[in-house]
Structures are given as C-alpha cells and as structure tokens.
C-alpha cells in the first residue's frame, strides 16, 4: 500500500500546456506575431469575464484597435500606454477561455497566463496524473480548441512545496520579464548557444563554430550573445537571492 502511494502517477503534478483556441488572446497575438499578452487578473461574471492584461507590442495602439474591433471583446480599457506596452482591462466573452475548462476540473492555474504567436502558455497543477490527462483529453475533444500539446511535467514530493512556494511569489514573473526584454533574435542564439553547449564545461561548442552554423558572423554572434547575458543574468541573481 505504501508503495502504491509513492508511484508517480498519485502525486500532484505541476505541467505546462501549450494551447490554441478560439481566443481573442490567440487571435490577436496571431496576427502580430511580435506581441505578447500576459493576463494578471480575472474575473468571470456570467457569461462575460473581466480580465487585467499586460501587452507588449511594437504598436500597442494598433493592437487594442484590434481588440476593440475583435467579435468576443466586449470592452476595452486602457489604463496605461508606452511606446512598446499597455495596461489594460478587457471585458470579454466567457465562452472560449480556458478558465471556463478549469473551472469543471480540480486543476488550478498557477501563474497568470503568456500569449504569444496564437498561443496560450499556462502552468497548471493537478491532484494526480489522471486529473491532468482528464483535463487535456477535455481540451482537446472541446470543439473550440485547435490544438494542445503538453510541454513539461514535474511530479512533486512534499519537499517541493516550499521551493514551489518560493518560486512562484519571486521566480516566475521575473524570468518572464526578462524573456520580455530580448529581442527574438537575442532569444534564438541564446537558446542555441545552450543546446549547442556553449555553456557547458568545457565547451562543447566556440564562438567560431556557433556562428557558421547560424551563418552569422562570429563579431554579430558574440554581440547577440553579449545583449543576451546582460538582460538575463541579473534577473537570474535576482532570482537565486530569492530562493
């Protein structure tokens, strides 16, 4: 019995789903492939749902005139706009969310939601392994749900609750500010230069041959690679002190 209770499946399980459906977050982030919404705050009221929404675009403005214009938004409130971001508050149609799905479900969203390129990235927790495949097998049989793939699962101990605890009120919404702040070119020979293992010890990998696999020059790889570490790394002590 006891061994029972330890198998993996009977455990909670923290997951991160990456989902596409009929969304005005999807749609809108579809169309401007280079804007980022982030929802911080919801509330569901009858059939509509009010949700607080950091977005992050070259052209904010042109991005809510979407929003405005889109079939399921109801409303839209700016409360502050720069260049390149806004705060805002959107009332909208209750129907599509994935909140709605969740509410049928014992599993709980852990961090506000990230679109990006048509997609909803969500990290969720489920009590076990079949209440998680419960809740994808209900995405993807939902006629308004195109597509959901999962990403990542992490089975928790009991230990992990205090380092989860901490992760979530210091490391989430850091990480994610600092994957805001590089470009998609900065992102993308980062993330070769670790799976490359540039990183690594020793390296796996120089300068000179990360380059000629991008066809970059080695000077403009390093440069992309230098604006990178400078963005990351201080949001990633920021982090460590915190844990």
Known sequence: MEEEKQKPKNRPVLFELDINHLCWFCDITDRNPDATIVSTL?????????????????????????????????????????????????????????????????????????????????????????????????????????DVKLKKKKYLNPEDAVSLSAFRTSGFFDLQSAKQLITPKQLEIFQLACDYGYYDIPKKISIEELAEKTGLSPSTLAEHLRKAEAKLLPVFWKVMKKL
């Open 42 to 146: 919801s509330q569901v009221e009858g059939d509509r749902i009010t949700n607080v929404i950091q977005l992050n675009s070259p052209d904010p403005k042109k991005d809510i005139e979407r929003m405005k214009a889109h079939p399921l938004v109801k409303s839209v409130q700016v409360l502050t706009m720069s260049q390149s971001s806004a705060l805002l508050v959107v009332v909208s149609s209750y129907k599509a969310m994935t909140y709605k799905l969740l509410h049928h479900t014992n599993v709980k969203m852990l961090e506000s939601p990230v679109t990006r390129a048509g997609v909803d990235s969500e990290i969720l927790m489920a009590p076990s392994d079949k209440e998680m495949r419960e809740l994808i097998t209900r995405f993807s049989e939902h006629k308004d749900y195109a």
